[in-house]
């Protein structure tokens, strides 16, 4: 396999909580993404899959530099960039963009698209006034906007219109990465495969490697090659899309795709149902995260915390996950 | 690639005049009849009033009004204790209110404005700090600031309009830093630092345009506790000083004639609070009209 485009490295961020007379004491920290590792390879999807709250937005801000890191490393294509700052924070973003879920928040009102898609460009200072333009023009047609588009403001727009823009500006600069942090959520179902549509034509044609965030298993099973599962801010499980898929190894990616209607109403697999809440990630269980929820959980799953181990399938973090047959 | 997508279409069907009459009868009307007599006084005022307004007779001291027994059609609203003619004295009082209202308004907002606007990009100790800073102010009373105020500079118009912005810098500071940090977390915010864009940049082309709305309000409301301010300084007697006048000024010497010509502090009390009232009454009016949709501005 070639060298990841993308190469995440026991990615942390842990939030202090302030300390005060009515607070917590001093020492209480929210673990929201704790030791994730993943690879996103060149000119391919990589899926973040998991339910709110498990970490996957935090790790996006954490790979478009918008929040410190509180430990770990982010290489982008052999670079080290976690701790980037000026020239060197600039080339990366020149590099990786991002489209965010609410196509209204992705948007100042009072901006016109044009504006708002020449944006990166501007800022990036390589091209004059009339290429600019040219671009713009240009990359209104490849999402499926007419031209003159760019004089208008966003509320003129459909939802799903508004993130053809959003997409349209986040290729703008031709990227090599494009986090996609749930795109398709905030729409219409009958939009959402036209989104994910032009995502893949955009794909196709400028090369563009993915990562896809999101909690909907059908929209990353359609587009990802391999896929991450999160819970609580760890990595449970990761591997190929097709093999997790088939037979999932980790006890909450089993039951996360138990949850999934299927195709044909007879062929429906039993039901894993997690019991209790999702636990505090202030204060996360000992052990293994998930075993408060796990329906096979035994007295080693409060003590040591499970290395991830290599199936044959995926690598799945579970105490009881049946190593691959040493050939 | 797939077909072009309809874009809205921004409907034309109405020809222009009708669209502007229909906007026009959306004006606040009442608000505007309120304000515009401030105007029009206080920029043209030597042109409309009937008499000096600084012209003592003697002769003619505290007429009542002319619609009231012993009134005189010369002098509109009476004379005061020195004869002058009231209505006279009143245009020439609204260039001071005018000029405290306006320019006072105007200077705590810029200071208001840029301050909320950097300690709420910023954040931090930055933010700790300025708001420190404004919590401090809004705990000394606004009546004894006045006065250090008055003690230290002198009476005058400058008193007037550095206690103004002295005293509001800080309510606009507060929301302004309120409304800085909602935006900033806006995801148009974060995708222009991902696009690389400075601090300076999205300062000046998200933040502000989006805080405008909300500054123009502001400005309204303050516009008319300024007129109220004002109104109190002066009749602390730290503002102008006769023979000029202001309608505060105008109140406080003349409460003494309360029983005998009451005309005399309560017509200035009156352009007081109609003043006032118009600015905030102008301030909801385009609260609503800004909030609705962004088309208006």
């Known amino acids: 396999m070639t060298a990841p485009l993308l190469d995440v490295v026991r990615l942390k961020k842990h939030y202090p909580l302030p300390g005060g007379m009515f607070r917590r004491g001093p020492g209480s920290v929210v673990h929201a993404v704790e030791d994730v590792s993943f690879q996103v390879p060149s000119g391919g999807t990589l899926g973040l899959i998991g339910e709110s709250g498990c970490g996957k937005s935090t790790t996006a801000k954490l790979l478009l530099r918008l929040e410190d890191v509180s430990d770990g490393a982010i290489r982008f294509d052999g670079t080290e960039v976690q701790r980037a700052t000026g020239p060197q924070l600039r080339a990366y973003r020149r590099n990786v963009q991002a489209v965010f ?38 990359l209104l047609r490849v999402v499926g906007l007419r031209e003159d588009a760019a004089n208008l403001y966003p509320h003129e727009f459909s939802g799903g219109q508004r993130q053809r823009i959003a997409i349209a500006r986040g290729i703008a600069l031709r990227p090599r990465l494009v ?11 009958s939009i959402r495969a036209q989104i994910l549509n032009l ?41 190929s899309m097709k093999a997790v898929r088939r037979s999932p190894q980790h006890p909450y990616t089993k039951a996360l795709f138990s949850s999934v209607l299927p195709a044909h109403p007879d062929r429906r697999p039993e039901r894993i ?46 105490h009881f996950a049946t190593p691959a047959a040493v050939s | 690639m797939t077909g072009e997508i309809a874009l809205p279409n921004r409907g034309a069907a109405w020809p222009r005049v009708v669209k502007w009459a229909s906007g026009l009868q959306r004006l606040p009307w009442l608000a505007i009849l309120m304000i515009a007599p401030v105007l029009i006084f206080g920029v043209f005022g030597p042109w409309i009033w ?82 420190q800073l404004a919590d401090v102010k809004m705990s000394i009373p606004a009546t004894l600031l006045i006065i250090l105020l008055g003690g230290a500079i002198g009476a005058g118009l ?17 929301v302004i830093r309120g409304q800085t940090l909602t935006l900033r977390e806006r995801g148009y915010v974060s995708l222009a630092r991902v696009a690389n864009c400075s601090d300076y940049w999205i300062i000046t082309r998200h933040i502000l345009p989006n805080l405008l709305g909300t500054c123009i ?38 409460r003494t004639f309360l029983a005998t010509a009451w005309w005399i502090p309560a017509f200035p009390g009156l352009a007081i609070t109609l003043t006032c009232l118009g600015s905030n009454l102008l301030g909801d009016w385009l609260r609503d009209a800004l909030d609705a949709r962004a088309s208006l501005l």
């Not at chain 1, 986090?179 to 179902?189: K, T």
């Not at chain 1, 044609?205 to 896809?212: A, I, K």
């Not at chain 1, 000992?286 to 080693?300: K, W």
């Not at chain 2, 002066?234 to 109140?251: E, I, K, R």
């Open chain 1, 273 to 318: 149902k997690l019991l209790g809440p999702l636990p505090s990630p202030i204060n996360p269980p000992s052990g293994c995260v998930f075993r408060t929820r796990c329906p096979h959980a035994q007295a080693i799953c409060a003590e040591q915390v499970p290395a991830s181990v290599d199936t044959g399938v995926s690598r799945a973090a579970c």
């Open chain 2, 50 to 131: 009937p008499h000096d307004p600084a012209l003592i007779d003697l002769a003619n001291t505290k007429q009542p009004p002319a619609w009231l027994d012993g009134g005189d059609w010369s002098h509109l609203l009476g004379t005061d204790s020195f004869g002058r003619d009231l209505f006279s004295t009143l245009i020439d009082g609204a260039r001071v209110t005018l000029i405290v209202a306006v320019v006072g308004t105007l200077g705590s907002a810029l200071i208001g404005v840029t301050i909320g606007l950097v300690a709420g990009f910023y954040g931090g100790r930055v933010d700790a700090l300025l708001m």
């Open chain 1, 199 to 239: 995502l893949q034509d955009l794909q196709e044609r400028y090369g563009l490697s993915y990562l896809l965030i999101s909690h909907d298993l059908d929209i990353v099973s359609h587009m990802c090659t391999d896929v991450v599962v999160m819970y609580l801010g760890r990595v449970v499980e990761a591997g």
């Open chain 1, 179 to 189: 986090i996609l942090d749930e795109p398709v959520s905030a729409l219409d179902v």
């Open chain 1, 101 to 138: 879920q609410d196509p209204y928040s992705s948007l100042s009102p009072r901006r016109r698209i044009g504006d708002a898609i020449a944006e990166p460009l501007i800022a990036a200072g390589e091209l004059t006034k009339e290429q600019i333009s040219e671009r713009v023009a240009e």
């Open chain 2, 217 to 254: 309000v502001l400005i309204t409301i303050q516009l008319g506790r300024a007129i109220v301010t004002e109104a109190g300084i002066s009749f602390l007697g730290l503002g102008v000083q006769p023979p000029d006048s202001a309608w505060g000024l105008m109140v406080s010497q003349g």
């Open chain 2, 158 to 174: 400058a008193t007037i309009v550095i206690s103004i912005v002295v005293l509001f810098w800080a309510s606009f500071a507060r």
